[in-house]
């Protein structure tokens, strides 16, 4: 019953997209969220979502997928619209009543940053959903590995996110058996009120605790016995290579933050 | 109590595969059979398992249990789950409680039951899996060894009074002692107290020492199912399968091919010796 949760929203394609270096991708995508906040024209949002499209396109990710993703902000898009509409002032007003107005401005402006959120999580999904976390995390190490010099354990947050990562599924599959063996028992899970529903998840996290504390004990000793002492020196059987293409990718960016910004 | 099912097939939808693990599965259990029920790891043994006490709903076909097809009822699962107690493998990881006692009280306390009846089945229950009640209910289960956890988590089930228990891969990770004080339980609660019980286990020699049934499955379907002595005969098939003979058997099978007619259908080891020593004198060999 927990089993069809997904973990990140990776999709497995194989696309021009998906093959690209992760740390190009990850250093397009800073770059393309700083000039979209430098951006100050609809016409400059307009070729940001052109280009988002042509993005999409080329990764093979069914476009309904990027649109679901902003299905959690948008409470959060509607807030900032409404706030924007009635409590930016200037310009001329649109419509009053009482003391409540609308002007120009205000809806001018939250338009603007609504758009503005809109194309931040599209862009940022799509790195999420063309790179797999594991490749995500490589890639963060190796961008945070300048850091290592004033002291940032940047293999050690890596490798913590990569086991994280990899017991997910772990964790997910004994918290089945766990709730299975407790209903076993009788427990009910699934009736009562918010507060009976919370005490009822005693007999599965306790357990559950339990078993990642255990998970977590073999875990590090099966890796000190294979002489694993933190990141120095380490190597990795899938090195990260940068090709042509992306370096060519970064160059696109590039001109294209640019136009955004002098468009 | 009977329990039938009746076409049961069941297909994990989660997967991208959709892999079916049980095929089409016409299966009967009477009161008091003690089932042995083998299978490599898996053939659908841990899914059959759970479809017997409502915890997942079969793809389609019917499991019923006296008389009530408990893939329609949506209600009675608590009823059935106390009729039928599961043990689950490594069942010392479900305990949560901070005493032994609240932790065996947990299935019955679920039952509703006065807290009179609760304490009398929580130490009826750890008499029976062999643990102290004054000593036991105050501490911590997280302190025992590991036998004892087990023998706690037992218990929990067995203070619900089933009337089958299933039990799955009790005796794995267990030392020789610990071993044999579950064999002589589940004597115990099979000739005693008329419990019917199903033994999911890949140790032959329990098998063929306590069941009187034994059901061995494959890739979803159930290909033998009989007494011991007829299942354990088909030596090269049970190898095929990848399982493997309780040792006396393999003993006397192979006795058998080197030329000495023992019978195979021995499962005691007093038995055995008596069978190859009369064998060993009629014979040339000495």
Same mark, same amino acid.
């Given at each position: ?53 042509? !993005? ?14 902003? *299905?959690?902000?948008?409470? #959060? ?22 003391? !409540?107005? +609308? ?84 427990? =009910? ?75 | 109590?009977? !329990? ?23 299966? @009967?259990?009477? =009161? ?12 659908? @043994? ?114 619900? *009074? ?62 033998? =199912? ?16 990848? #399982? =493997? ?12 091919? @080197? ?6 259908? +021995? ?17 040339? !060999?000495?």
């Amino acid at each position: 019953m927990l089993r069809n949760i997904t973990i990140g929203q990776y999709m497995a394609r194989d696309s021009i997209i998906h093959n690209l270096d992760p740390r190009i991708k990850i250093v397009i995508t800073i770059m393309m969220i700083t000039a979209l906040f430098f951006i100050d024209t609809f016409s400059g949002y307009g070729l940001f979502f052109l280009s988002v499209l042509v !993005i999409i396109y080329l990764s093979r990710i069914p476009l309904i997928r990027i649109i679901r993703g902003l *299905k959690p902000v948008l409470f #959060l898009v509607l807030l900032t619209l409404i706030l924007h509409i009635f409590f930016t002032r200037g310009g001329e007003v649109i419509w009053q009543w009482g003391f !409540i107005s +609308i002007e120009a401005e205000g809806l001018y402006t939250g338009l603007f940053m609504v758009t503005r959120i809109i194309l931040l999580i599209m862009f940022t999904s799509l790195l999420t959903l063309t790179t797999s976390p594991l490749e995500l995390t490589n890639g963060i190490e190796y961008l945070l590995s300048p850091l290592k010099r004033v002291g940032v354990p940047a293999s050690e947050l890596a490798m913590m996110m990569t086991i994280a990562l990899r017991f997910i599924p772990t964790l997910l599959e004994e918290a089945d058996k766990i709730m299975k063996a407790q209903m076993a028992r009788g427990a =009910d899970f699934e009736s009562g009120n918010l507060v009976k529903r919370a005490r009822n998840l005693i007999p599965l996290l306790v357990p559950l605790f339990i078993s990642a504390f255990r998970r977590a004990d073999d875990l590090a000793l099966a890796m000190e016995s294979r002489c694993y002492h933190g990141g120095e020196g380490r190597t990795r059987l899938h090195e990260l290579k940068v090709r042509a293409g992306d370096f060519i990718a970064l160059a696109l960016a590039l001109l294209l933050c640019v136009a955004f910004i002098y468009f | 109590m009977l !329990i039938e099912l009746k076409n049961v097939s069941h297909i994990y939808a989660d997967d991208f595969q959709g892999t079916e693990a049980l095929k089409n599965i016409n299966l @009967k259990i009477r =009161d008091h059979e003690f089932i042995g029920l083998v299978g490599h790891t898996g053939s659908g @043994k841990s899914t059959l398992v759970q479809l017997l006490n409502g915890l997942i709903k079969p793809s389609s076909g019917s499991v019923i249990i006296d008389g009530v097809n408990i893939t329609e009822e949506k209600t009675g699962l608590l009823g059935i789950r106390r009729k039928i107690g599961l043990v689950f493998q490594y069942p010392e990881h479900q305990l949560f409680e901070e005493t032994v006692f609240g932790d065996v009280a947990f299935g019955p306390r679920n039952l509703g039951l006065s807290e009179e009846e609760v304490e009398v089945r929580v130490r009826e229950s750890l008499e029976l899996v062999g643990l102290d009640y004054e000593e036991f209910k105050d501490r911590s289960p997280f302190n025992l060894s590991g036998g004892q956890q087990r023998k706690v988590a037992i218990a929990g089930v067995l203070a619900m *009074k089933p009337e089958v228990l299933i039990l799955d891969e009790p005796s794995a990770g267990l030392d020789p002692q610990g071993r044999q004080q579950l064999i002589s339980l589940l004597e115990y609660l099979y000739n005693k107290k008329g419990m019917t019980i199903i033994l999911v286990s890949h140790r032959m020699e329990e098998i063929a020492h306590l069941a009187n049934r034994v059901i061995v499955m494959s890739e979803g379907e159930i290909i033998f =199912d009989d007494n011991p002595a007829k299942v354990f005969s088909e030596v090269e098939r049970i190898r095929e399968l990848g #399982l =493997d003979l309780p040792e006396i058997t393999e003993i006397l099978w192979r006795l058998n091919r @080197k030329g000495l007619k023992v019978r195979t259908d +021995i499962f005691s080891l007093a038995e055995a010796v008596e069978e190859i020593s009369r064998e060993l004198r009629g014979s040339e !060999i000495c």
